[in-house]
């Protein structure tokens, strides 16, 4: 009977296999692709008959050719990647920060009862908190300065990775912790070989939220703490704004929406990575 057994749950393996090797790499991309371009075209189509209908005069709401093209004579320019290499080293500064912050807090809270009671509200409160009520106490401690930034950045994100470690150390299963006491782990043993692990796939979720949160903060606070002679991309959004430049603000618009697309794709590879390693993948194909 258990030989039977074997057989037909190592039949199936073999026909999951064959079906996952039959496809290629070119199918595979081709997969993932043809949603995200339908969904490109789809929005261009739609703004384009916005455009058309006249509901806003086109100095005001430019067409998708004039915003691209605009776009793309940004892309020459050197100014360009000075802004966005200054917006992305304060965003990774800001997020490693936070990632920090959030462990720390997060592994303290979740094992010490007394941090548990007294700080887990707060936490969760300081998530729900708007990153822009932060900005008059930053502006106010760190005057109009980069700190300000990246003060608010920490404090947007650091809750959201707080949780998500806190989740899955709550989410562990038992079993593991059994496991992990016969074998002789106790506390940062225990942690680092058992509950780290076990908890990793609630953390990359409060990690990606986390990012979220810190990006939405970082445009908040370029848009409001303008430094001189530094440029970035929330200083040039504010500056089309300011000329009245519709165009340049809707290309810097999607320039920060595909920065913000191609991190969640980088989260989403290493959450696909985390699910295949543990065996949890179950899409068919």
């Not at 409160?125 to 760190?142: C, E, N, R, V, Y």
């Not at 404090?155 to 470690?165: F, K, Q, V, Y």
Request: proline letters at 5%; hydrophobic letters at 55%.
């Amino acid at each position: 009977m258990t030989a039977d057994l074997s057989q037909h749950i190592a039949g199936l393996d073999a026909l999951e296999l064959s079906n996952r090797e039959r496809q290629s790499l070119a199918s595979r991309l081709w997969a993932r692709s043809w949603p995200m371009i339908s969904a490109i075209v789809l929005v261009l189509a739609v703004w384009e008959l916005v455009v058309l209908s006249g509901w806003r005069p086109e100095y005001v709401l430019p067409g998708p050719v004039t915003v691209l093209a605009d776009l793309w004579n940004r892309l020459g320019e050197a100014e360009f990647y000075q802004a966005l290499g200054v917006t992305m080293r304060r965003a990774i500064t800001g997020f490693a920060i936070a990632v920090l912050v959030g462990l720390v807090v997060g592994a303290a809270v979740s094992r010490v009862r007394p941090l548990r009671a007294a700080l887990g509200s707060l936490i969760t409160g300081l998530q729900t908190m708007p990153s822009i009520a932060w900005f008059p106490l930053a502006i106010l401690f760190f005057k109009l300065s980069e700190s300000a930034i990246l003060f608010v950045v920490v404090l947007g994100a650091a809750p959201s990775i707080a949780n998500g470690l806190i989740a899955g150390v709550d989410y562990t299963p038992p079993l593991l912790l059994r496991a992990g006491h016969i074998l002789g782990l106790r506390r940062l043993a225990l942690y680092r070989h058992v509950i780290l692990p076990a908890s990793l796939p609630s953390f990359l979720s409060g990690l990606k939220q986390g990012w979220a949160f810190a990006w939405r903060s970082l445009m908040a606070g370029e848009l409001l703490v303008i430094i001189a002679h530094q440029t970035s991309i929330g200083e040039q959004l504010d500056n089309a704004r300011e000329l009245s430049d519709a165009p340049g603000l809707l290309a810097t618009m999607i320039v920060i929406l595909v920065i913000g697309i191609v991190v969640d794709m980088c989260f989403g590879a290493a959450d696909n990575a985390l699910r295949r390693r543990w065996g949890l993948d179950q899409r068919v194909g």
